[in-house]
Nanobody
Framework: QVQLVESGGGLVQSGGSLRLSCAAS????????MGWYRQAPGKERDMVAR????????HYGRSVKGRFTISRDNPKSPVFLQMNSLMPEDTAVYYC?????????WGQGTQVTVSL
């Protein structure tokens, strides 16, 4: 089992920045992918950024490429999502995600609200 706890959401003005953090615990050696998804009201949950743990390959959603950066220092450290040049369209609940060969794990979500 893997437990994920997000932090760092909040209210920010358009053009501002926020950094989200996801602390993972449990069977971390089984994790192949870690990343962030978001879900706005009435919309589907979309991939924001993900890190392939073995190899370090990173993918970004089209709408955030060039503005958001996913990172972590080592396999035991939190996964961060640095969000710059935020826009009102980025308003959503952001979820940390981890996947092993057999399971998907989700955090409880953290609200990000970007005002005009």
């Amino acid at each position: 089992q893997v437990q994920l706890v997000e932090s760092g959401g909040g209210l920010v003005q358009s053009g501002g920045s926020l950094r989200l953090s996801c602390a993972a615990s449990g069977s971390l050696d089984s994790i192949d992918v870690m990343g962030w998804y978001r879900q706005a009201p009435g919309k589907e949950r979309d991939m924001v950024a993900r890190l392939i743990t073995k190899g370090g390959i990173i993918h970004y959603g089209r709408s955030v490429k060039g503005r958001f950066t996913i990172s972590r220092d080592n396999p035991k450290s939190p996964v961060f999502l640095q969000m710059n040049s935020l826009m009102p369209e980025d308003t959503a609940v952001y979820y940390c995600h981890a996947a092993s060969q057999w399971n998907n794990y989700w955090g409880q979500g953290t609200q990000v609200t970007v005002s005009l």
